[in-house]
């Protein structure tokens, strides 16, 4: 089995090289997620064409295969380009809505995602609905010509500085099961009723709550067919997985540097990549790292044979959000008492190990738990029964 790259794919991939380097000059320092937002950069990017690697040519992308769109992401990630307000849009948004929106929205908002002019949050979770995201309680009614919106979003990515959100809401509750009642919506972020509160996390980076109070939007804020949201949110979160394989690239990064610092540091008269211990959980990740590098192609190859890799996607975030954890483990285990410092002091990678060993715990929980995701994986990738 080949595993190398087609001329076309290298060629891209030096491209994004070489504008990263004149953009950014040599690799960033650490950056957290709240740091990486920079619509400016968004811009140049959307310049490029970017935006939409793997978006068919008919919706104004490159109609590139999601390998290369793949390619982008770790490029962008290895170096630490800022990329936060336009990540939702472009690897989830946007790829749903060209499956699966009407004429109408495309024109309204694919080419304003490919500009890089909008920011979208996701309204998944919710107080009582967060794994089980089935148990969505926000509710649309129908009213004349319109829905009214009502209920409460938690921990939302992005709703301090989004333009919209993409969102779950329950429009039957008399279905006969949870996820048959839900439906997807679009609502602009300005619409009145619409309360945001910041929650601050203990990785230093903010996410939000959103309150509904009768909240009116149109009928044409609705994705697809009513009380089809449940398969979109799937859709959307099975196209997420693509922008995870830029995710180990990032982790490469960082993991590179740590082999470094082994190498370069000393203790007892001798360097840490001396001791036997720190040499094998570094081989062991230098391993991990491969592997979820190859899931991450593998479903973006999926993806290009227009399948939804419902049970390799699940494999692929379970795999490179343990893989994270492991990393932040190592390398707190490494740096010893220098681990925990933050910014600003003596800790080697600016602090960036302790933050990271405070993010990665959430790592398990975002996009969907572990726990849930082995269970999809058991159902759709194994065929066993429903629990």
């Known amino acids: 089995m080949d595993f190398g790259f087609t001329e076309q794919e290298?060629?891209?991939?030096?491209?994004?090289?070489?504008?990263?380097?004149?953009?950014?000059?040599t690799v960033r320092t650490w950056t957290t997620p709240g740091e990486?937002?920079?619509?400016?950069?968004?811009?140049?990017?959307?310049?490029?064409?970017?935006?939409?690697?793997?978006?068919?040519?008919?919706?104004?992308?490159?109609g590139r295969p999601y390998t290369e769109q793949l390619i982008y992401s770790e490029e962008t990630m290895y170096y630490g380009a800022p990329s936060g307000s336009h990540i939702?849009?472009?690897?989830?948004?946007?790829?749903?809505?060209?499956?699966?929106?009407?004429?109408?929205?495309k024109r309204e908002y694919l080419p304003r995602i490919l500009r890089g002019e909008i920011t979208f949050c996701l309204g998944y979770t919710e107080p009582n609905a967060g794994s089980d995201l089935a148990n969505c309680q926000t509710t649309a009614v129908p009213e004349g010509d319109d829905f009214i919106i009502n209920g409460q979003k938690m921990f939302t990515s992005?709703?301090?500085?989004?333009?919209?959100?993409?969102?779950?809401?329950?429009?039957?509750?008399?279905?006969?099961?949870?996820?048959?009642?839900?439906?997807?919506?679009?609502?602009?972020?300005?619409?009145?009723?619409?309360?945001?509160?910041?929650?601050?996390?203990?990785?230093?980076?903010?996410l939000y709550e959103v309150f509904f109070e009768n909240v009116r939007v149109p009928k044409n804020a609705v994705v697809g067919e009513l009380n089809q949201g449940w398969h979109y949110l799937t859709v959307a979160l099975d196209h997420e997985r693509v922008f995870m394989g830029g995710v180990v690239a990032q982790?490469?990064?960082?993991?590179?540097e740590l082999v470094e610092y082994a190498k370069n540091t000393y203790r007892n008269g001798k360097p840490l990549s001396k001791d036997p211990i720190v040499r094998q959980r570094l081989a062991q990740l230098a391993t991990d790292l491969e592997i979820g590098r190859l899931f991450a192609y593998r479903v973006a190859w999926i993806l290009g044979k227009e399948v939804i890799p419902f049970a390799e996607a699940s494999m692929t975030k379970i795999f490179t959000s343990e893989l994270e954890q492991?990393?932040?483990?190592?390398?707190?285990?490494?740096?010893?008492?220098?681990?925990?410092?933050?910014?600003?002091?003596?800790?080697?990678?600016?602090?960036?190990?302790?933050?990271e060993?405070?993010?990665?715990?959430?790592?398990?929980?975002?996009?969907?738990?572990?726990?849930?995701?082995?269970?999809?994986i058991a159902i759709a990738g194994l065929g066993l029964p429903r629990p």
Do not use: C
Request: proline share 5%; net charge positive; hydrophobic share 40%.
């Open 88 to 105: 939702l849009a472009q690897n989830m948004v946007g790829p749903t809505l060209i499956r699966v929106g009407s004429e109408e929205q």
């Open 357 to 376: 060993y405070k993010f990665s715990l959430m790592q398990a929980v975002g996009g969907g738990s572990n726990e849930i995701e082995r269970i999809l």
């Open 251 to 256: 982790h490469r990064r960082f993991f590179g």
């Open 10 to 25: 290298e060629a891209g991939r030096q491209e994004i090289r070489e504008f990263l380097r004149q953009e950014l000059g």
């Open 158 to 206: 992005f709703a301090g500085q989004a333009d919209y959100a993409w969102m779950t809401v329950r429009t039957d509750p008399n279905a006969p099961k949870k996820h048959r009642g839900i439906s997807m919506f679009i609502v602009d972020m300005k619409t009145p009723g619409i309360t945001v509160r910041p929650l601050e996390t203990m990785w230093d980076y903010s």
């Open 326 to 355: 492991r990393l932040a483990n190592t390398a707190m285990q490494i740096l010893g008492l220098y681990g925990p410092l933050g910014r600003g002091s003596r800790a080697p990678f600016d602090g960036y190990a302790g933050w």
């Open 36 to 62: 990486a937002i920079s619509k400016d950069f968004t811009r140049k990017l959307a310049e490029k064409g970017w935006l939409g690697v793997g978006w068919p040519t008919e919706y104004g992308g490159l």
